[in-house]
């Protein structure tokens, strides 16, 4: 398999120096004594923001300070072709960032950060593709004052990496049983094939059956991951998706392992109690677990899909670690995403790259430093590691997902990812308004509940 070219656009270890007014105005709140803020900007890529550090004016940023990144934009070939061509017509391509001091977000319908400077950062992507290359590392002015010691300095770290990555496009939806096929431009080459079919539900012994054939008894562990429970009212189960290479032989599996149930008095999957998926790998002629997905439909104004990935080591539910929880939007869909190298790390994105709600960032997939980089499994997972495309409610959904190469080793790797981005997909429809009807390939001819 031949991967295609990326380029990683980061933004990395701000901080914020501002110098203390002898005279301070009384309407002024002094960077120190509030949170700052900025605003990242690249071209037409959609906007992040970022929490900004203040340090005393008398400090200096360490040397040799880990990478500590804000802001990531993924740039495929194209994307970087397009920023060239309206370079040539236009102003030179530049990464704008705004300083805010004050709390983000808007208070009756007015900004709450006041601004306090912009920044402009010119960028050169030819070659990156090939060669890392840093555009700034180091101290700024920002505001008004042309005064270096007068005026507010800015920290920041912008450079590009070359990202390569394995992009799959699914022919049809995940429910229709589609072929997979690799894309390398404009070269579309198949590599996989989905069986979508409803397991039997009372078969607890899905995760460690052999792998062509159904045995009358066998270990069981299934509870240990999931929960057959059966219960009356509204529920969506036994869904699974297996994934084979050409050849035949099944080499990925996804499986409903616990049933997407409407809450009491509701028509929807809550966060309290959500559905899940086991992703498998052949092994020993069996299927072993790698990761659990937990998906939910969540409440207010987002009204997304809510969801959280986990991956499991050594086939031990009670020591998965999460690398991935956020919203996807029901309406516009939008897309999954692992990335242990950025502060969204895991997070997802409504759109190309905007993180949203995005809670894991690069030293840890909860944001409370539980877990580093020197413990497993984030001697193995690093930076961009996956996402996958998914369409909204109602709309026709053919997922595309891209994988890191440096994740991908052999073809069980690449196929654990692709019936990983076949469960996301798959849970836009088990966490349906229960009051709307699912289309007929979804349909259990076993449950005449959903």
Not at 39 to 51: D, E, G, R, Y
Not at 60 to 81: C, E, R
Not at 233 to 255: C, F, N, Y
Not at 340 to 363: D, E, I, Q
């Amino acid at each position: 398999m031949d991967p295609c070219s990326f380029v990683r656009l980061t933004v990395g270890n701000l901080a914020l120096k501002v110098p203390v007014a002898s005279k301070p105005a009384r309407s002024v709140v002094h960077p120190s004594w509030s949170p700052c803020f900025c605003k990242i900007k690249l071209n037409n890529f959609p906007l992040q923001t970022a929490v900004v550090p203040y340090i005393p004016s008398e400090n200096h940023f360490p040397d040799n300070q880990p990478l500590s990144i804000a802001a990531t934009f993924h740039l495929s070939k194209a994307d970087i072709d397009k920023l060239a061509a309206k370079s040539i017509f236009s102003a030179k391509l530049s990464l704008k960032i705004a300083v805010y001091t004050g709390r983000r977000g808007a208070t009756c319908g007015v900004n709450s950060g006041r601004l306090l400077g912009r920044v402009l950062v010119p960028l050169d992507l030819t070659g990156t593709d090939s060669r890392a290359c840093v555009f700034h590392n180091g101290w700024i002015s920002v505001g008004k004052e042309g005064n270096k010691n007068s005026s507010a300095q800015f920290h920041l770290n912008v450079k590009a990496e070359p990202d390569r990555r394995f992009v799959f496009q699914f022919d049809g939806e995940p429910e229709c049983s589609p072929q997979v096929f690799q894309i390398r431009g404009n070269i579309r080459q198949p590599v996989f094939t989905c069986k979508f079919s409803f397991r039997n539900t009372g078969d607890r012994n899905q995760r460690s059956r052999p792998l062509q054939s159904e045995p009358s008894s066998s270990r069981s562990w299934l509870s240990s991951f999931g929960s057959e429970r059966e219960r009356p009212g509204k529920e969506r189960k036994g869904w699974s998706i297996t994934v084979h290479d050409l050849s035949g032989s099944p080499v990925a599996a996804a499986s409903m392992v616990t049933p997407f149930v409407a809450s009491p008095g509701s028509d929807r999957v809550s966060r309290s109690n959500p559905g899940s998926w086991l992703i498998l790998r052949p092994g020993d002629g069996t299927w072993k677990p790698w990761g659990r997905l937990e998906a939910w439909r969540e409440r207010g104004s987002s009204d997304g899909l809510g969801y959280r990935f986990e991956l499991i080591p050594d086939m031990s539910a009670s020591a998965a670690i999460v690398l991935a929880e956020s919203t996807l939007s029901s309406r516009k869909g939008g897309k999954f995403v692992i990335d242990l190298g950025s502060n969204s790390g895991g997070g997802a994105s409504n759109w190309r790259n905007t993180p949203v709600n995005a809670t894991s960032p690069a030293c840890s997939p909860r944001s409370s430093g539980d877990y580093g980089f020197g413990l497993w499994p984030f001697c193995l997972y690093r930076g961009f590691v996956m996402s996958a495309r998914v369409e909204g409610e109602g709309k026709c959904s053919k997922p595309c997902v891209e994988v890191s190469v440096q994740h991908v080793n052999c073809t069980e790797d690449a196929a654990a990812y692709v019936a990983l981005a076949a469960a996301v997909d798959l849970s836009m429809d088990a966490c349906r308004l229960f009051s709307q009807r699912l289309r007929k390939e979804l349909s259990n001819p076993h449950d005449i509940l959903v």
